[in-house]
Every structure is written in C-alpha cells, then in structure tokens.
C-alpha cells in the first residue's frame, strides 16, 4: 500500500493569497508529481521531480513552482492565488521499475477554491 | 490533440452483469497501460495494467485487453458490484526514465444494485 499524503484536504481562500500545497510520501520514492484536474477531465501533469534539486515542468503550463529539499516532500507554491487556480491538485510518486517509472501512487488530493 | 481517448463519459450496468469500459490511444510509442479507479475528492488508485507484449492481464473480477493494431484496450468489470460505482481514467505511458503517464477523461461507471 503506497503512503503519500497531502495537506489540506479542502482549501479557500481569497484572491492574491500566497498558499503551498504540502505533499509527502515515506515509500523513498524518487520520483514524483504534481497533476491538476478538473471534473470530467483528465489529470494534467504541471510539474514533477526526478529526485532532490531536481524540478522540470509539466505539459500543462502553471504559475504555480515546486521545490524538492527532500526526497519524501515536493511542496507546490501559488504566489498569488487567482479564480482560474480553482481545480484539484494531485500529487503523485513513483520508483525506478529497471526499465521506467510507470506506476505511479497518488495522494488523497487538494481541492482548491480561490474566491 | 488527446492521445488517449476515453469516448463515452459514462456507464451504466446493472450489479452482477459485466462492465467494460473503452480505451482509445494514438500515439504508437505507448507500450505500457494502465487503469485507475478515483472516487469523488479522493486520489486515483492504481487497478491494474498490461505491457504492450500482451494482449490480455487478468486480476480477479479486472481483466485489460489490448489490441495494438487497432490502438484500443478495454477494462471488464466481471461480475459488477455497487462499489465499483466510481471514476475509471486509461492511462499511457511510454518506456525510459523520461516516462510519464498520459490520461484520458476517464469514464463514469454506476453499478445499479
């Protein structure tokens, strides 16, 4: 069973507030993700991680940044929230399989409203 | 351009009866499937896949069938329950350590008890 969490759950917040989207994984994991996704979409990839250090965007362009300190926490950023950042931010991980990285665990998810 | 398409947006079987759901990819170079289940306001979770070297992988009531030449795999949910009610996504992914997992829109599947 993979152990990744996010923090909050459900967020609210007011137009031009700063917020992070805290996500952890305890699996050492190397590699993880951030996905955005929207009801009856698909997940979005906006940003992921090949390990410490290492940030490269998704296919989905974002405002949001992401850092990656540790290996078990890829927090995401939004200077400065907007209404159009209103969507469910997934984050994900995964480990080298020998060949490449296709399983990929999910957390529970942030519902985001910007108001 | 979608490279994998879920067409129809949902489903509806009836409990014991069998669901299958449809998955369409473009891209030639996907070689790995795979399918997740998401309930409302929670995360996707993995169900189960198959490499491009087979044509079939079953898990219990979950068997994935793909067809490469018509660039298609299917889900079938055998016998339905209730619980499976819930968001299907298709995923696909290329292989080498730059792989990342391409969605479709997934399929809403409702089990009528």
């Known amino acids: 069973e993979a152990d990744i969490y996010q923090t909050p759950r459900y967020l609210v917040i007011g137009t031009g507030k700063k917020i992070t989207l805290e996500c952890s994984q305890t699996?050492?994991?190397?590699?993880m993700y951030w996905y955005q996704q929207d009801p009856g979409m698909e997940l979005h990839l906006i940003h992921y991680?090949?390990?410490?250090?290492?940030?490269e965007k998704g296919d989905l362009s974002s405002e949001s940044t992401v850092s990656r300190i540790r290996t078990e926490h890829f927090p995401l950023t939004l200077e400065s929230a907007r209404p159009s950042h209103t969507s469910q931010y997934l984050c994900?991980?995964?480990?080298?399989?020998?060949?490449?990285?296709?399983?990929?665990?999910f957390g529970p998810g942030t519902r985001l409203t910007v108001t | 351009d979608q490279q994998v398409k879920q067409n129809s947006p949902s489903l509806s079987v009836q409990e014991g009866r069998i669901s299958i759901l449809n998955c369409d990819y473009t891209?030639?170079?996907?070689?790995?499937f795979l399918w997740y289940k998401k309930y409302p306001a929670e995360g996707p979770t993995f169900l189960i896949s198959?490499?491009?070297?087979?044509d079939k992988n079953e898990d219990g009531r979950f068997t994935v069938f793909l067809n490469k030449s018509a660039k298609h795999l299917s889900l079938h949910i055998v016998p339905s329950q209730p619980g499976d009610s819930a968001v299907y996504f298709c995923?696909?992914?290329?292989?080498?350590?730059?792989?990342?997992?391409?969605f479709g829109k997934g399929i809403t599947l409702s089990v009528r008890p």
């Open positions: 891209n030639s170079m996907f070689d790995y």
């Open positions: 699996m050492g994991h190397d590699k």
């Open positions: 991680s090949y390990g410490v250090n290492s940030t």
């Open positions: 995923a696909a992914s290329e292989s080498g350590a730059n792989s990342k997992l391409t």
């Open positions: 994900a991980s995964s480990e080298w399989q020998g060949a490449n990285y296709y399983e990929q665990y």
């Open positions: 198959i490499s491009s070297i087979k």
